[in-house]
């Protein structure tokens, strides 16, 4: 069961999302997979971050494509509205600082989401280079995955690295676009699936499931196709099928 977990953003309901420090959690925990989000400061540093501001995470209300790498460095990101001070000395890290940490772990994989908002403000040439020119000591670990298909189309025409597509809608233009792009890996928000027992679509892609947190829901997703389980308790749902699988050998 570890092998088709991924940890979400690292540990977002224990430790600040797309943090070392929750990365570092998820890879002792013993996951495999691990999945982040990627925007470009206005001085084109490629940092770990979901959102296009810094609110959530920092409290202030900066525009992340629009504020320089320093000013960003300088920011306490402990979410303090969901943490408190418990993690007041965390700083949102550079996509940099990931590499250095996935080049520890070689057996981890990590999907690199590559955000819209930075796609719309410096353009697809732009991210991609940056991103590529960072990720380049462990590529061999990574996929880029986006919700913009052409960008990965891009991606695939010039790169020889992984991709995955992530669904805005399931309906019949994206199984169409799917079948176009036919991705490495195709992610799909669990709310976003029809009733089972309709079929997932088939492809040459590996099906990808977020976000999902109760362990129950797992083995039905993974029945139906779905190859790979995103989730933000990784490590408790790690240790609800190590328990798991430690009772069905004694039984």
Known sequence: MKRV????RGEPDHWPENSLAGFRAALAAGAHYLETDVQLTADAVPILCHDATLLRVTGQDLEVGRTDWARIAALP???AG????AFADTRIPRLADFVHLLAEWPQAQAFVELK????QRFGAAVVIERVLACLQPVLAQCILISFDAAVLAEIRRHHDVPIGWVLSEWSSASAATAAALAPDYLFCNRKRLPEAPAPLWTGPWQWVVYTVNDAAEIAPLLARGFRL????QISRLLA???????GNRHV
Do not use: C
Request: glycine fraction near 8%; proline fraction near 0%.
């Open 5 to 8: 977990l991924i940890a979400h």
């Open 77 to 79: 990101a402990g979410e």
């Open 82 to 85: 969901r943490f408190g001070s």
């Open 116 to 119: 819209r908002e930075s796609l």
């Open 229 to 232: 389980v995103e989730t933000n």
């Open 240 to 246: 609800a099928t190590d328990a798991a699988d430690t």
